[in-house]
T-cell receptor
Framework: EPEVTQTPSHQVTQMGQEVILRCVPISNHLYFYWYRQILGQKVEFLVSFYNNEISEKSEIFDDQFSVERPDGSNFTLKIRSTKLEDSAMYFC???????????FGDGTRLSIL | RKEVEQDPGPFNVPEGATVAFNCTYS??????FFWYRQDCRKEPKLLMSVYSSGNEDGRFTAQLNRASQYISLLIRDSKLSDSATYLC????????????WGLGTSLAVNP
């Protein structure tokens, strides 16, 4: 069964550094998402991406965050200047059609020191 | 009112018990509804979609009441492997298709 893959599985970074989290969505999917989950808290929507542009972003997704789909297969989340509170699990998801269930990657655990 | 609200539990039940989880959502225009399961420090995994007519998948039964904006999940004959957090998820109306998540209900099935 096709899967969403995310790399790295764990990223440790100094505060203030830039990080790029990578995702390869399922190949024929059209909608892409990033979510995050701080330890012990609920999953939170960050951003949705369709037709090569952001379709919605949450309040969390401020100017420090950006997304790209550089080559038709990868979908990346960049955090420009990381803060301690960015420490969380970051999940990428994709779906073919909007109302279908979203398929999640294993997540990247981001630890900011 | 929270967008998606669930009883956080924890629910502690013996093997073989029947357990029911409830969820309410605030946006009456919500279009799609799901139950996801999440194991500790793992990604959410789709358990089942929830349809207005109700749907069943083995030991799991999901119900949707649009008038009351209420979703339920029933697990029959619970197994040790059912221990996890169960997340009620709503897909809002509009083009963005983002998922709105409940905090989750924690289930521990004990031998």
């Amino acid at each position: 069964e096709p899967e969403v893959t995310q790399t790295p599985s764990h990223q440790v970074t100094q505060m203030g550094q830039e990080v790029i989290l990578r995702c390869v969505p399922i190949s024929n999917h059209l909608y892409f998402y990033w979510y995050r989950q701080i330890l012990g808290q609920k999953v939170e929507f960050l951003v949705s991406f369709y037709n090569n542009e952001i379709s919605e972003k949450s309040e969390i997704f401020d100017d420090q965050f950006s997304v790209e789909r550089p080559d038709g297969s990868n979908f990346t989340l960049k955090i420009r200047s990381t803060k301690l509170e960015d420490s969380a699990m970051y999940f990428c998801a994709s779906t073919l059609l909007g109302n279908q269930p979203q398929h999640f990657g294993d997540g990247t655990r981001l630890s900011i020191l | 009112r929270k967008e998606v609200e669930q009883d956080p539990g924890p629910f502690n039940v013996p093997e073989g018990a029947t357990v029911a989880f409830n969820c309410t959502y605030s946006n009456s225009a919500s279009q799609s509804f799901f139950w996801y399961r999440q194991d500790c420090r793992k990604e959410p995994k789709l358990l089942m979609s929830v349809y207005s007519s109700g749907n069943e998948d083995g030991r799991f039964t999901a119900q949707l009441n649009r008038a009351s904006q209420y979703i339920s999940l029933l697990i029959r004959d619970s197994k040790l492997s059912d221990s996890a957090t169960y997340l009620c998820v709503v897909n809002n109306a509009g083009n963005n298709r983002k998922l709105i998540w409940g905090l989750g209900t924690s289930l521990a099935v004990n031998p």
